[in-house]
């Protein structure tokens, strides 16, 4: 098959990872040499490390002729680091994965295995994930089930941003403007032939994690606000129960009225309860379509996704 002899990127975000460098670079250079590949490169995204890991990714760029490392003048994040890497890749399948050894070199050939079968996205499904507390589990699993019935994409769940990608796919993904980005929703977004790959997540081999809950928080965000506008419907829908609710009471209030039934001073608490509570409300449901108009921000203000300082390939 024409894809056999194909070329390969593997694309890791680094923020911060001196002490996993080493291992990561010589697990994936072992899996892509055994592959049978026409040439390969591994492009390492530097999103603004303060630590070793620029000095240690130049050592290396020294030494093996397949690392490449793009340099981001500074830390964008994870996803627009990601896209960094997509954006800039050559080959003509593009691998993305963490560098932390949480999305195993292992799975790699059976990633390639289905890409030469001719399936165009090849995305890993963590069967378990024993290297997040539990909560972190549990939150992520409510997550992307929440997710998946708010939109309208079929978003798979308990996919992370591990997978292979054909060129045909990297090049949407390419013409694709938006700058909030989640990238695994606009892979799934994209269509194509898309196939599961099933694998344990292991703990971090080093180092601490780099997201954060207020990131994850963020991350979350962009996937609904970017991927469903049911949040909206869902506002307008719980108003209308509401109103039902009301008009319901008035015709209450003015029929006990008539007949002078029950004593007319009484339910000062309840008011001032539902008044609280729909005060509330409202306010949770500005915030819902505020959300959307930050959106709305981000992306009229044009800015670009991540801005690279250095790719060591120009050196
Ligand atoms: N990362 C990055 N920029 C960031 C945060 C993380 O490039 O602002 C990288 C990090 O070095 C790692 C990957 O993204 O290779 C995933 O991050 P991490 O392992 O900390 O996330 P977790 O697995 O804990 O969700
Ligand atoms: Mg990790």
Redesign the pocket.
């Known amino acids: 098959m024409e894809r056999r002899t194909s070329t390969l990127s593997i694309v890791?975000?680094?923020?911060?990872?001196q002490d996993g460098v080493d291992a990561f670079l010589t697990a994936v250079l072992d899996q892509c040499d055994s592959l049978d590949l026409e040439s390969f490169e591994i492009l390492i995204?530097d999103?603004?490390s303060t630590d070793r890991t620029p000095e240690l990714l130049h050592s290396w760029t020294q030494r093996r002729s397949e690392v490449r490392v793009l340099t981001l003048s500074r830390?964008?994040?994870?996803q627009a680091?990601?896209t960094a890497g997509v954006f800039n890749a050559v080959g003509d399948g593009v691998i993305v994965m963490?560098?932390?050894l949480?999305d195993p070199p292992e799975v790699i050939p059976q990633m390639v295995e289905r890409w030469r079968d001719g399936i165009d996205v090849a995305y890993g499904v963590r069967r378990t994930r024993d290297?997040?507390s539990w909560i972190?589990r549990t939150i992520a699993g409510i997550f992307y089930r929440l997710l998946r019935w708010l939109s309208d994409t079929d978003i798979p769940a308990d996919a992370?941003d591990f997978r292979l990608m054909s060129r045909q796919v990297v090049d949407v993904l390419k013409a694709m403007p938006e700058r909030d980005r989640y990238t695994r929703g606009l892979v799934a977004w994209s269509g194509f032939a898309q196939e599961p790959v099933y694998f344990d997540r292991p703990e971090?081999f080093a180092?601490?994690?780099?997201?954060p809950v207020g990131?994850?928080m963020r991350l979350a965000m962009a996937g609904v606000v970017g991927f469903s506008d049911k949040p909206l419907f869902l506002t307008i829908g719980f108003g209308l129960g509401a109103m039902v609710l009301a008009v319901l009471g008035l015709i209450w209030v003015i029929v006990s009225t008539i007949f002078s039934w029950g004593e007319q001073i009484r339910g000062w608490t309840s008011m001032a309860v539902l008044l609280m509570f729909f005060s509330a409300v409202q306010l949770i449901f500005l915030g819902i379509v505020g959300i959307y108009i930050s959106r709305i921000f981000v992306e009229a203000k044009h800015r670009p996704i991540y801005i690279v300082e250095n790719d060591s390939r120009d050196n």
Not at 75 to 78: L, M, P, V
Not at 207 to 211: D, L
């Open positions: 890791s975000p680094m923020l911060n990872e995204v999103d603004g830390n964008f994040g994870h680091a990601i963490d560098a932390d949480q290297g997040d972190k992370g971090r180092g601490t994690t780099k997201y990131k994850l």
